[in-house]
Nanobody, 125 residues
């Protein structure tokens, strides 16, 4: 079984909204924090939002107030609601599962146990 399966990316105008979804296996979801990284070509993946196993959330300052991470425990699914999108939000977004993501947004991609396949978000000006 593929650990994480993402959906929901696409093309949107500046100011618009998108919601990303990530379905995990029940075991992966129950034993890890879940998070969303994004990556711009030529740059490393950066953790922008995370949710702990107890439901605590953290958001990077660059997206705080615009993006919201949430989860549905019954569906083993994590979401990223993205509002007021800006062209600089254009990136490939990756769902991730790892211990401790919500405690430390400086967690690098090297610490991630499981990845989604990535979904492209493009925001036009």
């Amino acid at each position: 079984q593929v650990p994480l399966v993402e959906s929901g990316g696409g093309l949107v105008q500046a100011g618009g909204s998108l919601r990303l979804s990530c379905v995990a296996s029940k075991r992966t979801f129950a034993t890890n924090d879940m998070g969303w990284f994004r990556q711009i070509p030529g740059k490393e993946r950066v953790l922008i939002a995370a949710i702990s196993r107890s439901g605590d959330t953290s958001h990077r300052d660059s997206v705080k107030g615009r993006f919201t991470i949430s989860r549905d425990v019954d569906k083993s699914t994590v979401y990223l609601q993205m509002n007021s999108l800006k062209p600089e939000d254009t990136a490939t977004y990756y769902c991730a599962a790892a211990l401790g993501l919500a405690r430390n947004l400086a967690t690098t991609w090297k610490s991630v146990s499981y990845w989604g396949q990535g979904t492209q978000v493009t925001v036009s000006s």
